[in-house]
């Protein structure tokens, strides 16, 4: 049996820190806004070169806050990508604002800054690009485009925390070339908490401090609201669990890459591109996190049947496109609209790459594809 996520791996390496931290969290009886947080706020933003950091529940919260922190509200417009977690869109539909989806690029699964030119209107609020499965979206001319339009960036970095790309010739980090960039802490991310968690970063210090009153209610001073805000605060306890884990996010980031490269290795010894199978592209100058390692497969549906008959792990990220959803039947997308999207949906598979995976695990993932490719024909 081959899962396609094993936590409990993950645990047993660092079960003894982990538990200690969560035991010291329970002895000092201190749950919100201690010490754990702020030590994960200002160790991400160092890390991560992107200004402030604020500590929220969840990277569904950290989306919404920012959108609020941005005062996006009834009727504006938001462009997106139809092929990302539902949560990008959702907190756009939640505030009242207008999702407007727009196509993604076929190679990257990430949202097509042409798309994103001609989707502009003068009621476009906010661009959220979704660095989806881990690798950065275009962002070059993206901010181009956000800059000339006068219209802010919010990048959806849920799947992507430590993922780089070099814009105009210099490395910048996932998250931090947006007006904020939104990390989720879901446990099957990279950097995974025991529960729910998330974090805002950004390098202007009006909208951080906007940030952090909208996690407490809207309450500045304590008890005093000028505007509504969320609960929407980052627990001590997944803060403690979350400290272990970044000090060993780069060594799994390492991992993960390198199951990659032994993906690509056994795809060719193995002759999968006969099959019209196709891995995923890391375009030049990209530094590619592998949240998941997502490729097209023809034939995915039995594909995935007959993977999970052997007791191999895989998964649909995403079997159908946001515009497509029956809940934003209203916004009035037809089938066709967004061909490359719909096309993914219908070809993508996610296998197996979480750090603690072995070497024989990957190869027996690989012939089993291959086999199935050779019983199909
Ligand atoms: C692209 C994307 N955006 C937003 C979210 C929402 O994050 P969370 O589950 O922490 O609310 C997720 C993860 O689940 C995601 O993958």
Redesign the pocket.
């Known amino acids: 049996m081959i899962p396609f996520l094993d936590l409990k791996r993950q645990y047993e390496t660092i079960k003894l820190e982990i538990d200690r931290a969560v035991l010291n969290v329970l002895q000092q009886q201190s749950f919100i806004l201690g010490d754990e947080v702020k030590h994960l706020e200002d160790d991400i933003s160092a890390r991560f070169e992107s200004g402030c950091a604020i500590g929220v529940?969840?990277?569904?919260?950290?989306?919404l806050i920012s959108l609020m922190a941005l005062g996006v509200g009834e009727g504006d417009e938001v462009i997106t990508t139809p092929f990302?977690?539902?949560?990008?869109a959702g907190?756009i539909h939640r505030l009242g604002a207008i999702p407007v989806f727009v196509d993604i690029e076929p190679e990257t699964y990430n949202i097509d800054p042409e798309a994103v030119e001609n989707a502009i209107t003068e009621r476009t609020a906010c661009i959220i690009p979704?660095?989806?499965f881990g690798l950065m979206a275009n962002m070059s001319p993206i901010r181009k485009i956000a800059k000339r339009h006068g219209v802010p960036i919010l990048e959806?970095?849920?799947?992507?925390i430590g993922a780089w790309q070099r814009v105009e010739g210099n490395k910048a980090y996932a998250g931090a070339l947006g007006v904020t960039g939104?990390?989720?802490?879901?446990p099957?991310?990279n950097l995974g908490g025991a529960g729910?968690?998330?974090m805002i970063v950004t390098r202007d210090p009006d909208l951080a401090e906007r940030v952090r009153r909208l996690r407490v209610h809207g309450s500045y001073p304590k008890y005093y609201h000028h505007t509504v805000g969320i609960n929407g605060r980052l627990d001590e306890i997944q803060a403690a669990v979350l400290n272990v884990k970044l000090k060993y996010l780069d060594e799994w980031v390492r991992k993960r890459r390198e199951h990659a490269e032994t993906y690509r290795r056994l795809y060719r010894e193995y002759g999968l591109e006969a099959f019209w199978v196709f891995f995923p592209h890391e375009p030049e100058g990209s530094h590619h996190v592998y949240?998941q390692f997502t490729g097209r497969f023809p034939k995915r549906d039995r594909l995935i049947e007959f993977l999970r008959s052997r007791e191999i792990g895989a998964a649909i990220?995403y079997p159908l496109p946001l515009h497509l959803q029956p809940c934003f039947s209203y916004l009035g997308y037809r089938k066709g609209d967004l061909p490359q999207a719909e096309k993914a949906a219908s070809e993508v598979l996610s296998l197996p790459v979480f750090p603690e995976l072995t070497e024989g695990e990957q190869e027996t993932v690989i012939r089993e594809i291959r086999g199935f490719y050779e019983n199909e024909v």
């Open positions: 529940s969840s990277g569904t919260d950290a989306l990302t977690f539902f949560a990008t907190v979704v660095h989806i959806d970095a849920a799947q992507a939104c990390f989720s802490f879901f099957s991310k729910d968690g998330g949240n990220y």
